[in-house]
């Protein structure tokens, strides 16, 4: 059973910096593309930012220059470094990994973390 666990949100004053982690278990998490997604009040679930298999990585207009997604494939571990925080970073991250095979897609959603930028 594939499960992935988010951690490392919380509150933080605008202008600063959070890590979040997806920690993946059940399957190996370097076959599969990760995305990190996000979904505030009253609104769609948007997508952040992606990572691939071969480290080719994918940004929303709204967070290039200020967020890094990266993976730690010794770990089964990805992540979302977070900078310049903005208050309209406010929402749930949701971690995302997605792999696609000649007889069926596999797609795993985590749980989500909250992350609150405000003064």
């Known amino acids: 059973q594939v499960q992935l666990v988010e951690s490392g949100g919380g509150l933080v004053q605008p202008g600063g910096s959070l890590r979040l982690s997806c920690a993946a278990s059940g399957t190996i998490l370097s076959a599969y593309t990760v995305g990190w997604y996000r979904q505030a009040p009253g609104k769609q679930r948007e997508l952040v930012a992606t990572i691939t298999s071969l480290k080719t990585t994918n940004y929303a207009d709204s967070v290039k220059g200020r967020f890094t997604i990266s993976r730690d494939n010794t770990k089964n571990t990805a992540y979302l470094q977070m900078s310049s925080l903005k208050p309209e970073d406010t929402a749930v991250y949701y971690c995302?990994?997605?792999?696609?095979?000649?007889?069926?897609?596999?797609?795993?959603w985590g749980q989500g973390t909250q992350v609150t930028v405000s003064s």
């Open positions: 995302n990994v997605y792999r696609a095979t000649l007889n069926r897609d596999y797609n795993y």
